[in-house]
């Protein structure tokens, strides 16, 4: 098993934390949170932002006639604003024990980007849940809001360990469902290596309710294995289900292995589009601060 803790004194320094103040998480669909913080809703509130009129009716507050309308129109309207509400920010994590794999690995890269994922979340007072998963959900930190929190945030994600099992997405993305009620953004970071049906998992992260994202992490060895000295005669074993395979790699075969894992690679992001999600993949070789600071922004995520 790799070492996946983080070191927050690394992970978060000055300068990368000065570049994270300045975004914020982002909702493409205008989602409502519940208390007053930094997200601007459809729902009309009485917060200090101007946003409409609308024609005064008895029992309105009379606070809010705008009474120089009525001194040219004579007529009575009432003043509207934008009410700002927190936002829900659910961060999931796969745990299963494919992600304990590659040079740089790929469950503490995942760490990393949900680390400074939640700290943007939790710097502009959204909530912010975490979760993290193997058959099933197997942890969860919820309820988090404001920078108080932020050592909570990474003692919870040094806990997440790799767990054996061999994945059951729908199941966990029924429960993470179940779970959340409440209309949010929903970050799920895996490998994605399922070997269920894809649809019919994501489908509960589907429709108005949430705004998904799928990020697909993967090894640069598991995208060229030679890298990862996967040549010759071999008895390769399954890390989630344990399933042994003698092959003698050759260099056909790892053309067709890499013709395999993007024809994979493309199934997810076509799944992830039908069912509304938005979806990347990074290799944990990139910079986290890059994938985070550029990719994250690029596809509305941040902002």
Not at 71 to 92: G, T
Not at 225 to 253: C, I, Y
């Amino acid at each position: 098993m790799a070492d996946t803790a983080l070191n927050p004194d690394t992970l978060l320094t000055p300068e990368f934390m000065r570049q994270l103040d300045r975004l914020d998480v982002r909702s493409r669909k205008m989602l409502r949170g519940t208390v007053q913080g930094e997200r601007r809703s459809k729902k009309r509130g009485a917060s200090v932002e101007f946003a409409d009129y609308r024609n005064y009716v008895v029992g309105d507050d009379l606070r809010r006639i705008d009474w120089n309308l009525y001194a040219r129109l004579d007529k009575l309207f009432l003043r509207l604003f934008m009410e700002e509400e927190d936002l829900s920010v659910s961060l999931v994590i796969d745990t299963t024990v494919s992600m304990d794999y590659g040079e740089p690995n790929k469950l503490l890269y995942a760490k990393q980007m949900v680390a400074a994922l939640g700290y943007i979340a939790l710097t502009h007072y959204n909530r912010l849940n975490l979760y993290s998963f193997t058959d099933t959900v197997a942890g969860t930190a919820e309820g988090m809001r404001g920078r108080r929190p932020i050592p909570r945030m990474v003692d919870w994600l040094n806990q997440q360990q790799p767990t054996p099992g061999e994945g059951n997405l729908a199941a966990v993305c029924k429960k993470l469902a179940m779970l959340n009620q409440r209309p949010g953004v929903v970050v799920l970071v895996s490998d994605f290596f399922d070997k269920g049906d894809l649809s019919a998992a994501l489908r509960y992260l589907a429709g108005d309710r949430y705004d998904a994202y799928a990020i697909q992490l993967l090894s640069p060895q598991e995208v060229d294995p030679a890298k990862g000295g996967v040549v010759g005669d071999l008895k390769l074993t399954d890390m989630e289900d344990g399933d042994l395979a003698e092959v003698s790699v050759s260099k056909a075969l790892l053309e067709k292995y890499q013709a395999n894992l993007q024809a994979y690679c493309q199934h997810v992001r076509d799944t992830c589009t039908k069912r509304g999600m938005s979806y990347m993949t990074a290799t944990t070789d990139l910079a986290v601060e890059l994938v985070v600071l550029k990719y994250l922004r690029e596809r509305g995520l941040l902002g």
